[in-house]
């Protein structure tokens, strides 16, 4: 289930990410909430490439224990 539970909040991180994307290009977005914004995809972009590693790491774990 903890697997679950992780793959749920990385879509949810994607889905934010895309509605700050959209914003920047449709420039509905107030400057100071642009700032903000900038910041909170940093983050979010930080966090789902942690989570990519992660996955990447359990996947080569899980290959190298079936070739053993």
Do not use: H, P, W
């Amino acid at each position: 289930a903890m697997a679950k539970k992780t793959n749920l909040a990385y879509e949810a991180a994607m889905e934010r990410l895309e509605t700050i994307v959209q914003g920047f290009e449709q420039n509905t977005l107030e400057l100071d909430q642009l700032t903000t914004q900038l910041a909170e995809a940093q983050e979010l972009i930080k966090y789902c490439s942690g989570k990519l590693q992660q996955v990447e790491n359990d996947v080569k774990k899980i290959l190298n224990n079936e070739q053993e």
